[in-house]
């Protein structure tokens, strides 16, 4: 409103400086071309653009048209909105519904601490009234508590969807779903929905190109996803509750394990992989899932060559399956250029993860394309100054590695450089940076 009160300003001037505006037009922001006013009041809050209406005759309907709006809770910020948000929440709705007049492309809904019931009325007629206008972007992020909300059918024929994200929700099977054909970008949390209706959601999602799906607990039975144009798929869940079965051009893939379950099966990493081909980033928030993956080989029996960038946000190190699957995946990267491990604090050290980290075991591996190493929260343990040793001794092309470790005591420090100082490089143009908080940059070592 800021702004609007600015412009407005200048339309209508007063005092001393009015002379300076006498030759602007009467009404500089009612003509503006529409697209530049919907662009303004797309920015507002909804119910700033609403209040725009009082401005002139011709504000009047303008907010009315817009193609993109945004109903969440800070609407109601009032003392007595909060005594019965549901009250207000359907009297916001009903407004919408009655006087908002032209499509709708994208429509935003946020109201996580409202209390629903399973069938709200009044969200099942906003979609409703969203399937007759073009929505082509939705967001609904629904209450956290209670009985999630149960999608309606109508909400299975809003067909020019383009980008659809829902969190907290649930869907049943329609009776004759034709699909998503426009769509290019699936968001799913907490999502209740059976296998069957998610395999076939993707399924007849011919363009889908950008999916992420967040499951709380284990699925009964295994989704197998088939999406031939898939390009980037962010995953929280069971590994052993995916299959993807046909992604050929999945380049971005991240992977966060939830707990593990016993009934799901164990995890074959290198079948996991196998539909891999393009990949070019990988993510993996932890190593968790190779504890239901029985012998881990140590290497997979193909080669990833489109990896370039690998990130591990946690590891233990004196975990011998957890070691022996990132170095199993490494050994199977070779244009592998970025890599980015954060390592978590043990004091046990596994001999045989030690063994495993020995240059000497590497004698058939050369990561000819690695540029780039960071290593974050590491103390100089043992098995962390063996990581450091292998990367550096076979890693002819390594330019920087960057060590970013916990807080330790200065003393300490100085033995962890002496001991970086000593450790061999294949790389002639390699320099290691130790970075701390209360000394940026104490490297090049």
């Not at 037009?25 to 209406?53: M, W």
């Not at 380049?251 to 164990?266: D, I, M, N, P, T």
């Not at 690998?310 to 990132?326: Q, R």
Request: glycine share 2%.
């Amino acid at each position: 409103m800021f702004l609007l009160a600015k412009i407005y300003y200048m339309m209508y001037p007063t005092g001393r400086r009015q002379y300076r505006y006498r030759t602007l037009p009467p009404d500089i922001l009612s003509n503006l071309p529409q697209k530049v006013i919907d662009e303004i009041l797309i920015c507002l809050p909804l119910r700033d653009a609403v209040r725009t209406s009082i401005l002139s005759k011709k504000w009047r309907y303008i907010w009315r048209r817009l193609p993109q709006l945004t109903l969440e809770h800070t609407l109601w910020k009032k003392r007595e909105d909060i005594t019965d948000l549901t009250r207000n929440f359907s009297e916001i709705v009903r407004h919408i519904y009655c006087y908002h007049a032209g499509p709708i492309k994208k429509f935003t809904l946020c109201i996580p601490y409202l209390d629903l019931d399973r069938r709200c009325p009044y969200i099942d007629r906003l979609i409703s009234f969203l399937s007759r206008n073009g929505i082509q972007h939705l967001v609904l992020r629904l209450p956290i508590r209670g009985n999630s909300y149960e999608l309606p059918p109508l909400f299975f024929t809003c067909f020019q969807l383009r980008h659809l994200t829902l969190y907290n929700c649930s869907m049943n099977h329609p009776p004759h779903f034709k699909g998503f054909d426009w769509l290019t970008s699936l968001e799913l949390h907490d999502v209740t929905i059976s296998s069957k209706l998610l395999e076939r959601l993707i399924s007849r999602s011919p363009l889908l190109e950008q999916f992420v799906l967040h499951i709380s607990g284990a699925l009964s039975n295994v989704i197998e996803i088939s999406a031939p144009m898939l390009r980037s798929f962010d995953y929280t869940g069971n590994i052993s509750s995916v299959l993807l079965k046909n992604v050929p051009l999945l380049a971005k893939f991240s992977l966060s394990q939830r707990e593990y379950h016993v009934a799901a099966g164990k995890c074959n990493i290198a079948m996991f992989f196998e539909s891999f081909s393009a990949l070019e980033h990988l993510h993996l928030n932890d190593m968790s899932f190779v504890a239901g993956a029985g012998e881990i080989p140590t290497r997979l029996p193909f080669n990833l060559n489109y990896v370039k960038h690998v990130c591990i946000s946690s590891i233990y190190l004196s975990d011998l399956d957890e070691v022996s699957c990132a170095l199993c995946l490494i050994r199977s990267f070779p244009y592998l250029q970025y890599m980015e491990m954060k390592v978590e604090a043990s004091d046990d050290n596994d001999i045989l993860a030690l063994e495993s980290l020995e240059v000497e075991r590497f004698s058939d591996v050369t990561f000819n394309h690695l540029r780039e190493v960071k290593l974050i929260q590491t103390n100089g343990t043992i098995p962390e100054m063996q990581l450091m040793k292998l990367l550096l001794a076979k890693s002819p092309r390594l330019v920087r590695m960057l060590i970013e470790p916990c807080l330790v005591e200065e003393s300490a420090t100085v033995k962890i450089l002496a001991e970086l100082t000593k450790l061999k490089r294949a790389s002639p143009k390699a320099e290691v940076v130790y970075k701390l908080d209360k000394h940026p940059n104490l490297g090049p070592v």
